[in-house]
Structure formats: structure tokens, C-alpha cells
């Protein structure tokens, strides 16, 4: 039994979806955002710097998304090309790119007074940021669009749900933000979203979390 601990609408997302495409037994464990469990020493034992997500596992606790998915993947085939096939090379360089910096893009824009260095520094660190981000979405349209297997649409793998999530994330940015996209831009990616957010599984950990409807093609919050 996999424990996974998430904050509602959190990176956990992609784990909890994953988790039940899988069709494994886990204990789905959603933090109160306000309050003080992700301080106390029970959960810095499973994470240093009390973020989510966490799996526990028999291989004891993974944090960072990537790697827990990674684990995943290796552990239930089916959702990513296995270790030694030809298919994996070029999964693995999408994969990490996504998550070492698509994602951290992402929450560069989400949380920009954590990196700006200083009030006066944001308009610009925001800017550049945001010009990153469509460099970023550029290039991963354009691999989404050649539909390769492991992210193909219909196909629940764990990049195909890892870019819905990040997809998630981007068209929630407000009219007002330097950030804020249109999913018709990005005609690839949305037709992947839109194909995931319809599946069994997704649509069960949208309910558990409480997300509401086509959680990756248009967010409502
Ligand atoms: N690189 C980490 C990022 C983890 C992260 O920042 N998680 C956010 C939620 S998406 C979090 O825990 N935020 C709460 C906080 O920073 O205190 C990963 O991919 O797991």
C-alpha cells in the first residue's frame, strides 16, 4: 500500500492520477494547506523541506515529483518506455526537461517574490520568466505534436499527465499576468489534456480533490 501525500491541486495531481491509472492500492493523504503538519518532525522525516509530494513506498519515502514518477514508471510498466528500450532515450530527455525546467519555470512564475530577490526586481524577473515559459511551451508543442508514444493522446503515461498538470497550471495564470496563455496556442498539448482529463482515473482524483471539471484544459478555481 502506497501512501501519497499531496496538498489538494499540488503536484501531487500527476502522482494521484498516476497512482489510479495504475490501478494499485494507496492511501491518499491531502495536507491542509494552513496548517502546521508539513513543520512538525513526523512529516520533515519524509520531506527535509515539508513540501509535496511525498510517496511513501516499501522503498521508503520519495519526494521530488520527477523521481516518484520515474519510480513509478519502473515499477508498474505500461506508462513509460522501460529502462533499455530504444524509445527511452528520448522519452528520459522530455521527461527531465519538463520537470527540471518547465516546472521550475512554472513555479518561478507562481511564486516570484521567492526568486526575484527584491519588490523592485519582480516586473522584470517576470518578464523574463514569462519569455522563458513560451520558449519552453514552443518546443514541448512541437514534440507533443509528432505524438510520439509516451505522450501521445489517450495515452496515460506519466509525461502525457505530468505536461496536463503543467498545462493545468499555465491557463490558470490571469488575464493580467505576463504568464497568461490560451490553450488554443498550443493545439498539441491540448489535445493531450483534453484526452487525459476525460479518463476514469483522472476524473476520480479531480473529485477527491475537489478540482471540478476538464481539470486540464480549463481550470476552474
Ligand atoms: N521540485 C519539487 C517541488 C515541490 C514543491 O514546491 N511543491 C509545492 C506544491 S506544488 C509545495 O510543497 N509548496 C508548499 C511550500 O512550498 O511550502 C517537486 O517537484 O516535488
Known amino acids: 500500500m502506497y501512501i501519497l501525500h499531496a496538498l489538494p491541486d499540488s503536484a501531487g495531481l500527476v502522482v494521484h492520477c498516476l497512482l489510479r491509472e ?15 503538519e508539513r513543520d512538525a518532525p513526523p512529516y520533515r522525516a519524509l520531506h527535509p523541506e515539508g513540501k509535496v509530494p511525498v510517496l511513501e513506498t516499501p522503498d521508503g519515502p520519495i519526494f521530488e515529483t520527477g523521481a516518484i514518477l520515474l519510480w ?27 520537470n527540471n525546467a518547465v516546472h521550475t519555470t512554472v513555479m518561478e512564475l507562481f511564486y516570484p517574490e521567492r526568486h526575484a530577490g527584491s519588490p523592485e526586481a519582480l516586473p522584470d524577473f517576470l518578464t523574463t520568466a514569462a519569455g522563458r515559459l513560451s520558449g519552453q511551451l514552443a518546443l514541448l508543442e512541437a514534440m507533443a505534436a509528432r505524438r510520439p508514444d509516451w505522450c501521445a493522446p489517450g495515452r496515460p503515461t506519466i509525461l502525457g499527465y505530468y ?3 503543467l498545462l493545468r497550471w499555465i491557463l490558470s495564470f490571469e488575464e493580467s499576468h505576463p504568464a497568461n496563455r490560451s490553450g488554443d496556442d498550443y493545439p498539441a498539448l491540448l489535445a ?30
Open 192 to 221: 493531450l489534456a483534453r484526452s487525459l482529463e476525460t479518463r476514469p482515473a483522472a476524473l476520480a482524483a479531480a473529485e477527491a480533490e475537489e478540482l471540478g471539471p476538464t481539470i486540464f484544459s480549463a481550470p476552474s478555481y
Open 163 to 165: 505536461l496536463s498538470m
Open 22 to 36: 495504475m490501478g494499485v492500492p494507496f492511501r491518499l493523504h491531502l495536507i491542509d494547506r494552513a496548517s502546521t
Open 72 to 98: 513509478l514508471g519502473e515499477r508498474h510498466p505500461g506508462f513509460c518506455p522501460a529502462p533499455g528500450s530504444p524509445e527511452r532515450a528520448a522519452f528520459l530527455k522530455w521527461f527531465v526537461y519538463t
